[in-house]
Nanobody, 123 residues
Framework: QVQLVESGGGSVQAGGSLKLSCAVS????????MAWFRQPPRKEREGVAN????????KYADSVQGRFTISFDDANNMVYLEMNSLKPEDTAMYYC????????????????WGQGTQVTVAS
C-alpha cells in the first residue's frame, strides 16, 4: 500500500518559487507513475506533471512547461515539484499521486493520493 505525504506549500508573491516534496512509502514506487495534480478553488483537479520511473520520462501540462520541474529521489523515497516564476493562477491545493497503471494526466487513473498542500500566489 503506497502512502504519500506532501509538504512545502505556502504563500509567495508572483514571480517567486516554491519546492513541494512528497514522501513516498509502501515500496515499489520506482515502477510507478508519480504525478503532481492541483485543484484551484471551485475547479476540477488537473494534472501538472508526471514522472514514470522505469523510463525516467517526465511530462508537463502546457500551463507549467518551462516553469515547473518534477524530480524523483530514489535514495530518499521522495518526489519533488520545483515551481518557478509562479503566477496567481497557480494558486491551488497541490496533490502527489501514484499509479501502477499507464502514466497519465488524468486523475481517475491514479489510485494513491496524498492529503494535499496549499500553494497561494499573490499578485
Amino acid at each position: 500500500q503506497v502512502q504519500l505525504v506532501e509538504s512545502g506549500g505556502g504563500s509567495v508573491q508572483a514571480g517567486g518559487s516554491l519546492k513541494l516534496s512528497c514522501a513516498v512509502s509502501g515500496g515499489g514506487y520506482s515502477e510507478y507513475c508519480m504525478a503532481w495534480f492541483r485543484q484551484p478553488p471551485r475547479k476540477e483537479r488537473e494534472g501538472v506533471a508526471n514522472f514514470y520511473g522505469p523510463t525516467g520520462r517526465a511530462k508537463y501540462a502546457d500551463s507549467v512547461q518551462g516553469r515547473f520541474t518534477i524530480s524523483f529521489d530514489d535514495a530518499n523515497n521522495m518526489v519533488y515539484l520545483e515551481m518557478n516564476s509562479l503566477k496567481p493562477e497557480d494558486t491551488a491545493m497541490y496533490y502527489c499521486a501514484a499509479t501502477q497503471n499507464f502514466c497519465s494526466m488524468t486523475a481517475s487513473v491514479f489510485g494513491y493520493w496524498g492529503q494535499g498542500t496549499q500553494v497561494t500566489v499573490a499578485s
